[in-house]
């Protein structure tokens, strides 16, 4: 990608790495935080003019099969923390009434769908966590 192009189309996804790693670095230190590649690597998929939606799908894609399972290593079972760094409607730490939803971990069901039907969604509740408000240029 071209830095114009960059800028003009993924912009959003960047600012939402760049707060999530403010998040990690605050709890874990530098040496955690996430490289660009995962971002670069997710948007290389998605082709030139492609609707915001795919844009949005393809970087909550990348959320959910790379960094999602890179963050439960890095917070093995501190469920708070990861709370606290994506977010309660991702990360559920009480189990309330049905324990038994809690066995495989503490993570929203959409994270473990590999059918991508939330990945949107994903990337959503993401931005909105981490605040970050703008939306991609189409």
Same mark, same amino acid.
């Given at each position: 990608?071209?830095?114009?192009?960059?800028?003009?189309? !993924?912009?959003?996804?960047?600012?939402?790495?760049?707060?999530?790693?403010?998040?990690?670095?605050?709890?874990?230190?530098?040496? &955690?935080?996430? %490289? !660009?590649?995962?971002?670069?690597?997710?948007?290389?998929?998605?082709?030139?003019?492609?609707?915001?939606?795919?844009?949005?799908?393809?970087?909550?894609?990348?959320?959910?099969?790379?960094?999602?399972?890179?963050?439960?290593?890095?917070?093995y079972?501190?469920?708070?923390?990861?709370e606290?760094?994506? %977010?309660?409607?991702?990360?559920?730490?009480?189990?309330?009434?049905?324990?038994?939803?809690?066995?495989?971990?503490?993570?929203?069901?959409?994270?473990?769908?590999?059918?991508?039907?939330?990945?949107?969604?994903? &990337?959503?509740?993401l931005?909105?966590?981490?605040?970050?408000?703008?939306?991609?240029?189409?």
């Open positions: 990608f071209s830095s114009s192009d960059w800028d003009e189309k !993924h912009r959003n996804g960047a600012e939402v790495f760049a707060a999530l790693n403010r998040q990690i670095g605050l709890r874990k230190g530098r040496d &955690y935080q996430l %490289g !660009h590649s995962y971002l670069i690597a997710a948007l290389e998929s998605v082709p030139a003019g492609s609707a915001v939606a795919i844009q949005e799908a393809a970087v909550g894609r990348c959320f959910r099969e790379q960094v999602v399972p890179m963050l439960l290593e890095y917070f079972e501190d469920w708070p923390a990861l606290a760094i994506l %977010g309660e409607k991702l990360v559920l730490t009480s189990a309330g009434e049905n324990d038994d939803a809690f066995e495989h971990g503490a993570l929203n069901p959409s994270l473990e769908d590999d059918s991508g039907n939330h990945d949107r969604d994903i &990337y959503t509740e931005r909105r966590h981490l605040r970050v408000d703008q939306t991609l240029s189409a």
